[in-house]
């Protein structure tokens, strides 16, 4: 069997998520101590104790997930006593930073810094209220993008997350998501769901976000990966740290091909995938891109027992 490592993106996040790893294991202490330095301030308090207002502002939801993952699998390394060997790494959204740091390309401190920057630039970048994202559900992708040209003929809503067949996500100009989704409708969508985020992210109008973040890649340390990184916005392996910039920075604006990605990843000869942070739903999305591949869930001291388990059984 070959395995994939997958890391969580934004909406996985809860109060108190990674607090049974940070109770049961040092090595996970040493991650959330190292978050917190890093950043000048307490986000392990954030995460564990909210608000959930406070954990839902992207400048600290972002680090936050990141560091919940980075702990789960650093606990895998140093408490399990596995050293994980996937085919490939893969993130949705800003989980592609999470398989940065896992492979070694940033270190958490470089890792949490950009991202805690990247949730502060996307959220100043559109006044509360203009922006909006939808899920369309029951539309092709060819589809949904017939629909958003339809409704805003100047590019100001567009696909952004290909997750699965018959789930796209819509994001751009509140006023021309909502005429998206009424088009939507009419075109036969089983459902479309305003989603409860801050930001249209992976629109145009994160396009000087990108341009920001670009800047802030001179000053960080950057490694060649170690292992395969399955990039967003090409849904193929990125390899060079030249090629990972690029990646990152097209990523912002451009959509999360999440079904290609996986489709590759199996293509390549994955058929097992574990999804590495809170939540699951990178784990239902998988299951729903390619039949047949297993997907399992790492979120607590439970699952992370069972997949400690399932990890020494395939090495």
Not at 22 to 41: K, M
Not at 191 to 212: E, G, W
């Amino acid at each position: 069997m070959a395995y994939s490592l997958i890391f969580p993106g934004q909406g996985s996040q809860e109060a108190g998520m990674g607090k049974d790893f940070y109770d049961a294991f040092s090595s996970a202490r040493e991650i959330f101590l190292r978050a917190d330095q890093a950043l000048g301030f307490s986000l392990s308090d954030i995460i564990f104790n909210g608000p959930e207002e406070e954990l839902r502002r992207t400048a600290f939801t972002q680090p936050a997930i990141l560091t919940v993952s980075t702990a789960i699998l650093e606990c895998l390394k140093k408490e399990a006593g596995i050293n994980p060997a996937p085919l490939s790494l893969a993130g949705h959204s800003l989980g592609e930073y999470t398989a940065l740091v896992a492979s070694g390309v940033l270190s958490l401190e470089d890792g949490v810094r950009l991202v805690h920057l990247r949730g502060r630039l996307m959220q100043e970048a559109v006044p509360e209220g203009e922006g909006a994202m939808a899920a369309i559900l029951g539309l092709d992708q060819e589809s949904v993008s017939a629909v958003c040209s339809a409704a805003a003929p100047g590019g100001e809503c567009q696909p952004a997350n290909f997750n699965s067949p018959g789930q796209v996500v819509i994001s751009g100009n509140t006023a021309f998501v909502h005429a998206a989704m009424e088009k939507a409708k009419e075109a036969g969508a089983k459902k479309t769901v305003l989603l409860n985020v801050s930001a249209p992210f992976h629109s145009r109008q994160m396009r000087p976000v990108a341009d920001q973040l670009r800047e802030a890649f001179g000053s960080l340390m950057w490694n060649e990966p170690s292992v395969a990184i399955i990039s967003n916005a090409l849904a193929r392996p990125v390899r060079s740290v030249a090629e990972i910039q690029q990646a990152l920075f097209d990523q912002t604006f451009m959509p999360v091909l999440w079904h290609d990605s996986v489709i590759r990843m199996a293509d390549d000869g994955v058929d097992t995938f574990f999804e590495i942070g809170p939540g699951s739903v990178l784990t239902g999305l998988v299951k729903k891109c390619r039949k047949g591949v297993t997907a399992q869930t790492c979120s607590s001291v439970q699952e992370f027992e069972a997949l400690s388990t399932k990890l020494k059984e395939m090495v």
